[in-house]
């Protein structure tokens, strides 16, 4: 059988606690690969690479035409650097708190991360027009794109039809629906996903002032949106959820096994995670400060997927253009590390800091954060002051629900034991004598004693020793 080993993040070389999963943070923030196989594919190669890149650049640099247009020439200086900062933050960045499929996927995760942080960096430093002529230039289409600010949501809310239900089912709803399996896939509580899917839906209602998509009829909000698409895709992911800590994971290596198709069975399932475990994000037997990092994780959610909003109503794009997309999507792949590093940050008392990627993907949201405000002064200026109060207290209130009533579902589920009826006196004679019975019973069942009687003429010396008794010589 071959030999299989354990890897580790380059950066993570030298340390005292590299390669030791049982450091708190260590298996979080660079998880050790266990059980490799195929070392191949686990090796740095960083000379190899680095002959790669410069053939490639090379090549580059001496076969393109540079002078035919400046904007291909832009084009292509953003992909290369883009591809060799992938290429760094393979050789450099952490592991996370995944390895499968490959580590090097989740380090280039989180050097995107990276570089849409910087990215917001450089943009928060210019003035509108700049940011509005790069997504022009970036997409011409968007030079006349605007708003439309006359079209009305959320009108004759009282004529419910059947076709008019059926023409909400677009693949909104279907976004809705898988959005929210991925959501339960990351985050794993009931509670948790039940309060942040009303807490959105009332964010939703108190923001659709400055917002006009926002406004939905009753039956849009309630029964499609919170009951319908959010609860079935909550109720989908937590069934996956079941079904993985459920699952017995034995992992076999790729060269034991014979045939092809069992071959290209393995391959397949190392896109399935290593393991699964399910998350407790509330304990009884927690202080104050569980509660206070669980509602800062709900507002935290809350303020990215409101930011998605923000930024294309201030920098007018539809929402299925790329770059909308993508920034979705990144979020999508980045939220599942960075929710693992936090939930073990704030469950782990040992556990003394929060993950590289959690820190880049917070750093994220209130840069965004940031942007929004900045550029969204005039849009703001309308905001309701009471409304914003309400929001505010509504987030709370439901956070604070939310916690206490999973927390009493858990306690029912897990620590609901019924209290000893009192006995009367007659009750505990009975019960004494009862006891006294059972056990002169069991005594009699026992055999008695034989005695063994040496033969005659045996010294009783040797008798003992013969019983493995040791005496004194």
Not at 28 to 34: C, F, K
Not at 60 to 82: C, M, Q
Not at 266 to 289: C, I, K, V
Request: glycine share 6%; net charge neutral; with cysteine.
């Amino acid at each position: 059988m071959a030999e299989r080993k354990r890897s580790q993040s380059q950066c993570s070389e030298g340390s005292e606690h590299g390669s030791d999963a049982s450091n708190h943070f260590v298996s979080i923030n660079e998880r050790p690969v266990d059980d490799i196989s195929l070392e191949f594919f686990y090796k740095p190669h960083t000379l190899l690479l680095m002959f790669v890149c410069v053939v490639c650049l090379t090549y580059t640099a001496f076969t393109r035409d540079e002078t035919k247009n400046w904007h291909d020439n832009v084009y292509n200086g953003l992909i290369g650097v883009t591809i060799l900062f992938m290429i760094i933050s393979i050789l450099t960045l952490p592991n996370g708190p995944f390895t499968r499929p490959h580590p090097s996927i989740w380090r280039c995760i989180l050097g995107l991360s990276i570089m849409y942080l910087l990215l917001l960096q450089f943009l928060i430093h210019q003035d509108y027009d700049t940011i509005r002529a790069a997504i022009v230039w970036l997409d011409p289409k968007m030079a006349n794109y605007t708003i439309d600010s006359e079209k009305e949501y959320g009108v004759e809310c009282w004529d419910i039809t059947w076709t008019r239900l059926y023409a909400h089912l677009d693949w909104f709803a279907f976004g809705h629906y898988w959005g929210w399996g991925m959501k339960a896939l990351i985050i794993r509580h009931y509670g948790l996903l039940w309060s942040v899917s009303i807490m959105w839906e009332l964010t939703e209602m108190v923001f659709g002032h400055l917002l006009p998509n926002f406004y939905e009829c009753w039956w849009d909000n309630l029964v499609l949106d919170v009951l319908v698409c959010n609860g079935l895709g909550i109720f989908t992911g937590m069934q996956v959820c079941k079904f993985l800590e459920m699952r017995e994971f034995k992992w076999e290596s790729i060269k034991n096994i014979s045939g092809a198709g069992g071959k290209f069975k393995r391959a397949l399932l190392q896109f399935t995670p290593e393991s699964f475990t399910h998350n407790r994000w509330l304990d009884p037997n927690s202080g104050y400060m569980r509660l206070i990092a669980v509602i800062q994780f709900m507002l935290i959610w809350q303020m990215v997927e409101l930011n998605t909003f923000f930024i294309k109503h201030i920098f007018p794009m539809p929402a299925e253009h790329p770059i909308c997309v993508f920034r979705i999507l990144l979020f999508g792949v980045i939220s599942a590390p960075s929710t693992r590093q936090y939930y073990t940050y704030v469950t782990d008392p040992k556990c003394k800091r929060v993950g590289t990627q959690c820190w880049v993907f917070i750093m994220v949201g209130f840069s965004e954060l940031i942007l929004v405000l900045k550029f969204g002064l005039e849009l703001f200026s309308q905001t309701q002051i009471s409304k914003m109060m309400l929001w505010l207290a509504l987030n709370i209130i439901v956070s604070c629900g939310g916690v206490y009533v999973s927390m009493e579902i858990y306690k029912w589920r897990h620590h609901a034991i019924e209290k000893p009826k009192e006995m009367s006196a007659e009750d505990k004679v009975k019960k004494f004598l009862e006891t006294s019975l059972a056990d002169e019973e069991e005594d009699q069942e026992v055999f008695p004693r034989v005695s063994r009687t040496p033969p005659q003429g045996t010294p009783v010396k040797q008798e003992v020793r013969q019983r493995n008794v040791k005496l004194p010589a």
